[in-house]
C-alpha cells in the first residue's frame, strides 16, 4: 500500500559536524516522491514537535539545503528532552493532527527510543506511519553500528589537536593532559593517537572509562613516560571511573548536576584535568604541568570535517526515506563495514539501538592498559578522512661542539 502524507524530520542531542548531511539527504531523497505531500523540519527537535514549531523545508531550496549540509551543527536546532511516554503520546497527537505519515529523527540511542515509543503510538491507534531512527553521535557509542556519523569528523579534530600540542609539548617539554568527551566509551578519546608519527610523538598515554582508573599507576606510568623522553602527553575520557564503577571527576564535587537523561555532566568544567594536575605535581614534582578540556570545540568545529563522515552521515539520510517510503518499514539506520575499507547500510529494529551503549573492545586496548593496539588504529584511520595533516620534523645533521663543557 503506498503511503500519503508528510514528512517530519527532526535533530536530537549534541551536534556533530555532519548531522545536516544526514537531515538534508532524508529532505532531499523524500522529495523525490510522488505521495509526499510535503516535507517539515521541526524546530529544536522532540521541543519543536510538541509545540507544533515546523518549518515547511519543501520550499527550501535545493541549493541551500546543500549549503546547510556543509555546515556543522544542527540546522534545525536541538533539544536534551527525554520524552517519557505520556510525552511520546503528545508528540504523536500533534503529528496525526498534522497527517505526518514519516517521521525522521537524527540522534543517538536516546533519540532512538523516542522513535520507537512514537511508534508504537501509532501502531495502537492502528495510525499508518512510519518512523526511523537516523544514526549521529561523536561518542560512536551506537550498538550495532561499526561506527556513527559524526565520530569520523570529531576523532579527526581531536588527532590534529594532539598532533598540535605534541609540537608544542616537544618545543617547550612538560606533562600535557587533555580531557576528551566520552562518558561510558573511549572511542574518541583513542583517535588521538592519529595524530602520532614519530617513536617518541604523544599522546604516550590514553585512558579510557572502558579501563578501572588507579591513580597510583598513571602517577607511574607518567612518571615512567617522562623519565623516558622528557615529557609525557595524555590523553583521558572525561568518563574514567574506578573499580566501583564511580566516575573519578563526581569525586571532586560538592554539588553533582545531572541532565535530563540521568546523566551526570561531566563536560563544562575543568575539573578533572585541574585533579589530575595537581596530583602530578605534588606527586611527582613536575613543575610544568597542564591540562585541557575539550568540551563542545570537537563536535562542530568549522574546517574540521571528515570526508567520509560527510559521504555516510549524507546517505544515512538518504537510505532513510528509501526504507520508510520504497519499502514501507520501520526501524533504525546501521553502518557496517564491508571489506577495507567500504560500508553497506542496513535497517535493524528500534529496540535493538535504544538505551544501549557499545564500548571499546578488548581487542583495542594495549595490555598496559594506558594506550591501544594498532587494531584500533586500523579501525579509526578510515573513519577520519583523507589527507589528515602531518607534521614533519628538521633532518639536518648537528653541528660538532667547539667549546666543550
Known amino acids: 500500500m503506498e503511503l500519503r502524507g508528510k514528512v517530519l524530520v527532526a ?20 522529495r523525490k516522491f510522488p505521495q509526499v ?17 515546523f518549518v515547511d523545508l519543501t520550499r527550501e531550496t535545493t541549493h541551500n539545503l ?15 528532552v527525554k520524552p517519557d511516554e505520556a510525552y511520546c503520546r503528545k508528540l504523536f497527537d500533534v503529528m496525526k493532527a498534522h497527517d ?31 518512523a526511523i531512527h537516523i544514526p549521529k553521535t561523536i561518542d560512536n557509542d551506537l550498538v550495532e553500528n561499526d561506527h556513527t556519523p559524526g565520530f569520523g569528523s570529531a576523532a579527526r579534530f581531536v588527532a590534529q589537536a594532539f598532533a598540535g600540542v605534541n609540537l608544542d609539548n616537544r618545543a617547550l617539554p612538560g606533562v600535557y593532559i587533555g580531557v576528551v568527551m566520552g562518558r561510558h566509551a573511549g572511542f574518541l578519546t583513542a583517535a588521538s593517537i592519529l595524530g602520532k608519527k614519530y617513536p617518541d610523538d604523544g599522546p604516550h598515554l590514553i585512558y579510557l572509562p572502558e579501563v578501572n582508573f588507579e591513580m597510583d599507576k598513571f602517577l607511574k606510568d607518567v612518571k615512567d613516560t617522562y623519565e623516558k623522553f622528557g615529557r609525557c602527553i595524555v590523553a583521558v575520557s572525561e568518563g574514567i571511573q574506578d573499580a566501583d564503577g564511580t566516575a573519578i571527576i563526581t569525586k571532586l564535587m560538592d554539588n553533582i548536576e545531572k541532565d535530563a537523561h540521568g546523566n551526570v555532566q561531566l563536560s563544562g568544567t575543568g575539573a578533572l584535568g585541574d585533579l589530575l594536575v595537581k596530583e602530578v ?7 610544568r604541568v597542564r591540562s585541557d578540556t575539550f568540551g ?7 574546517g574540521c570535517v571528515s570526508d567520509v563522515d560527510q559521504r555516510e552521515a549524507r546517505e544515512v539520510g538518504e537510505k532513510a526515506a528509501q526504507f520508510a517510503i520504497w519499502d514501507n518499514v520501520d526501524g533504525s539506520i546501521v553502518i557496517k563495514r564491508i571489506g577495507d575499507y567500504a560500508v553497506d547500510y542496513k535497517l535493524v529494529p528500534l529496540e535493538m539501538i535504544a538505551a544501549k551503549t557499545k564500548h571499546m573492545p578488548d581487542e583495542f586496548i594495549n595490555e598496559e592498559r594506558n594506550g591501544v593496539t594498532q587494531a584500533f588504529v586500523n579501525y579509526v584511520r578510515p573513519l577520519a578522512g583523507s589527507d589528515l595533516p ?9 653541528v660538532e661542539k667547539i667549546i666543550k663543557k
Open 11 to 30: 535533530q536530537g542531542g549534541g551536534p556533530t559536524a555532519v548531522i545536516n548531511q544526514s537531515m538534508v539527504g532524508a529532505v532531499l531523497e523524500a
Open 37 to 53: 505531500t510535503a516535507v517539515y523540519g521541526a524546530v529544536n527537535g522532540v521541543e519543536g514537535i510538541m509545540n507544533e514549531e
Open 66 to 80: 546543500e549549503l546547510v549540509a556543509q555546515t556543522p551543527s544542527s540546522g534545525l536546532l536541538s533539544t536534551r
Open 100 to 130: 505526518i505519515r514519516y517521521f525522521f529523527y537524527v540522534g543517538g540511542n536516546d533519540s532512538s527510543d523516542t522513535v520507537r515509543i512514537v511508534n508504537d503510538e501509532a501502531k495502537k491507534a492502528n495510525y499508518e506511519f512510519r
Open 281 to 287: 605535581k605534588n606527586n611527582l614534582g613536575i613543575s
Open 296 to 302: 563542545y570545540l570537537q563536535r562542530s568545529f568549522l
Open 390 to 398: 602531518e607534521a614533519h620534523r628538521i633532518r639536518a645533521p648537528r
